[in-house]
Nanobody, 122 residues
Framework: EVVLVESGGGLVQPGESLTLSCVASGFHFLGSAMSWVRQAPGKELEWVALISSHAGSVTNYLDSGKGRFTISRDNTKNTLYLQLNNLQIEDTAMYYC??????????????RGQGTQVTVSS
């Protein structure tokens, strides 16, 4: 059984940072591309950051996250990370890690964890 457990969310002020973590089990983490996706209240699910399998040498970011967000992985710990810097109010959402490389066609069908809430408020 695929299990993804996110943590690290919280309430922060604009400009502050958070690091999200996702511990994975039940599948071959090393050989799996991974994604972070998010959903804000009343909005559709959107992908935030993607990382390739194995060494994670290929990454991709939502335009609004470029230069602020960093996705990484520690295969020795089966853990995925998302560093969120200079957070803005519009980053407020439930953040999920997901198995596989998110695309517009598979976004809604990805296996996700229970999520961790990020709230940015002044």
């Amino acid at each position: 059984e695929v299990v993804l457990v996110e943590s690290g969310g919280g309430l922060v002020q604009p400009g502050e940072s958070l690091t999200l973590s996702c511990v994975a089990s039940g599948f071959h983490f090393l050989g799996s591309a991974m994604s972070w996706v998010r959903q804000a209240p009343g909005k559709e699910l959107e992908w935030v950051a993607l990382i390739s399998s194995h060494a994670g040498s290929v990454t991709n970011y939502l335009d609004s996250g470029k230069g602020r967000f960093t996705i990484s992985r520690d295969n020795t710990k089966n853990t995925l990370y998302l560093q969120l810097n200079n957070l803005q109010i519009e980053d407020t959402a439930m953040y999920y890690c997901a198995r596989d490389w998110a695309t517009p066609s598979n976004l809604g069908r990805l296996t996700r964890g229970q999520g961790t809430q990020v709230t940015v408020s002044s």
